[in-house]
Nanobody, 123 residues
Framework: QVQLVESGGGLVQAGGSLRLSCAAS????????MGWFRQAPGKEREFVAAITWNGRNTNYADSVKGRFTISRDNPKNTAYLQMNRLKPEDTAVYYC????????????????WGQGTQVTVSS
Protein backbone atom coordinates (compact mmCIF):
# COMPACT_ATOMS: atom_id res chain seq x y z
CA GLN A 1 0.00 0.00 0.00
CA VAL A 2 1.39 3.37 -1.02
CA GLN A 3 1.47 6.07 1.62
CA LEU A 4 2.07 9.74 0.94
CA VAL A 5 2.79 12.29 3.64
CA GLU A 6 2.86 16.00 2.88
CA SER A 7 4.72 18.56 4.97
CA GLY A 8 5.95 22.11 4.76
CA GLY A 9 2.69 24.00 4.84
CA GLY A 10 2.12 27.01 7.04
CA LEU A 11 1.27 30.68 7.23
CA VAL A 12 3.18 33.09 5.02
CA GLN A 13 2.74 36.68 3.90
CA ALA A 14 1.90 37.50 0.32
CA GLY A 15 5.06 37.53 -1.77
CA GLY A 16 6.72 34.93 0.40
CA SER A 17 7.79 31.36 -0.32
CA LEU A 18 7.17 27.87 0.96
CA ARG A 19 8.45 24.46 -0.06
CA LEU A 20 6.13 21.51 0.30
CA SER A 21 7.43 17.97 0.52
CA CYS A 22 5.68 14.70 -0.23
CA ALA A 23 7.33 11.60 1.22
CA ALA A 24 6.29 8.31 -0.36
CA SER A 25 6.52 4.80 1.00
CA UNK A 26 5.26 1.36 0.13
CA UNK A 27 5.30 1.66 -3.62
CA UNK A 28 7.45 2.11 -6.70
CA UNK A 29 8.14 5.81 -6.36
CA UNK A 30 10.89 5.89 -8.95
CA UNK A 31 8.52 4.77 -11.72
CA UNK A 32 5.50 6.77 -10.63
CA UNK A 33 4.34 10.18 -11.76
CA MET A 34 3.63 12.67 -8.98
CA GLY A 35 1.07 15.40 -8.88
CA TRP A 36 0.12 18.28 -6.60
CA PHE A 37 -3.45 19.46 -6.21
CA ARG A 38 -5.08 22.00 -3.93
CA GLN A 39 -8.49 22.69 -2.50
CA ALA A 40 -9.56 26.08 -1.24
CA PRO A 41 -12.52 26.50 1.13
CA GLY A 42 -15.79 26.12 -0.74
CA LYS A 43 -14.08 25.13 -3.98
CA GLU A 44 -13.35 21.91 -5.79
CA ARG A 45 -9.90 20.37 -5.70
CA GLU A 46 -7.81 21.60 -8.61
CA PHE A 47 -4.65 20.57 -10.38
CA VAL A 48 -1.48 22.49 -9.55
CA ALA A 49 1.53 20.64 -11.02
CA ALA A 50 2.79 17.22 -12.05
CA ILE A 51 6.10 15.57 -12.85
CA THR A 52 7.02 12.37 -14.68
CA TRP A 53 8.81 9.51 -12.99
CA ASN A 54 12.19 10.65 -14.29
CA GLY A 55 11.62 14.35 -13.75
CA ARG A 56 12.06 15.18 -17.42
CA ASN A 57 8.54 16.46 -18.03
CA THR A 58 6.40 18.73 -15.92
CA ASN A 59 3.01 20.36 -16.25
CA TYR A 60 1.60 23.36 -14.40
CA ALA A 61 -1.72 25.04 -13.98
CA ASP A 62 -1.75 28.46 -15.63
CA SER A 63 -2.38 30.10 -12.27
CA VAL A 64 0.97 28.94 -10.87
CA LYS A 65 3.24 28.96 -13.94
CA GLY A 66 6.39 30.94 -13.33
CA ARG A 67 5.86 30.93 -9.55
CA PHE A 68 5.76 27.24 -8.56
CA THR A 69 8.29 24.54 -9.37
CA ILE A 70 7.72 20.81 -8.98
CA SER A 71 10.69 18.50 -8.53
CA ARG A 72 11.55 15.08 -7.15
CA ASP A 73 14.38 13.16 -5.56
CA ASN A 74 13.90 9.50 -6.38
CA PRO A 75 16.57 8.12 -4.02
CA LYS A 76 14.75 9.92 -1.20
CA ASN A 77 11.26 8.91 -2.43
CA THR A 78 10.24 12.54 -2.10
CA ALA A 79 8.56 15.08 -4.34
CA TYR A 80 8.62 18.83 -3.77
CA LEU A 81 6.63 21.88 -4.65
CA GLN A 82 8.57 25.12 -4.39
CA MET A 83 6.10 27.99 -4.18
CA ASN A 84 7.37 31.54 -4.71
CA ARG A 85 5.63 34.90 -4.92
CA LEU A 86 2.67 33.47 -3.06
CA LYS A 87 -0.69 35.19 -3.30
CA PRO A 88 -3.71 35.10 -0.97
CA GLU A 89 -5.56 33.13 -3.64
CA ASP A 90 -3.00 30.32 -3.22
CA THR A 91 -4.49 29.63 0.21
CA ALA A 92 -5.67 26.02 0.22
CA VAL A 93 -5.00 22.53 1.45
CA TYR A 94 -2.33 21.07 -0.81
CA TYR A 95 -2.35 17.36 -1.65
CA CYS A 96 0.19 15.19 -3.38
CA UNK A 97 -0.84 12.18 -5.42
CA UNK A 98 0.84 9.42 -7.36
CA UNK A 99 0.14 7.09 -10.25
CA UNK A 100 2.20 4.34 -11.86
CA UNK A 101 2.24 5.86 -15.29
CA UNK A 102 2.34 9.18 -17.05
CA UNK A 103 1.36 12.53 -15.61
CA UNK A 104 -2.19 13.80 -15.72
CA UNK A 105 -4.18 16.82 -14.64
CA UNK A 106 -7.35 15.07 -13.52
CA UNK A 107 -7.95 13.82 -9.99
CA UNK A 108 -9.23 10.49 -11.21
CA UNK A 109 -5.94 9.75 -12.95
CA UNK A 110 -4.12 9.32 -9.65
CA UNK A 111 -4.27 6.20 -7.51
CA UNK A 112 -2.99 7.34 -4.12
CA TRP A 113 -3.32 10.56 -2.16
CA GLY A 114 -1.83 12.14 0.90
CA GLN A 115 -3.81 13.76 3.70
CA GLY A 116 -2.88 17.29 2.71
CA THR A 117 -1.05 20.22 4.23
CA GLN A 118 -2.54 23.66 4.83
CA VAL A 119 -1.04 26.69 3.13
CA THR A 120 -2.33 30.08 4.21
CA VAL A 121 -1.18 33.27 2.52
CA SER A 122 -2.02 36.51 4.29
CA SER A 123 -2.40 39.80 2.47
Amino acid sequence: QVQLVESGGGLVQAGGSLRLSCAASGGSFSVSAMGWFRQAPGKEREFVAAITWNGRNTNYADSVKGRFTISRDNPKNTAYLQMNRLKPEDTAVYYCATVTGDIGTMEGWYDYWGQGTQVTVSS
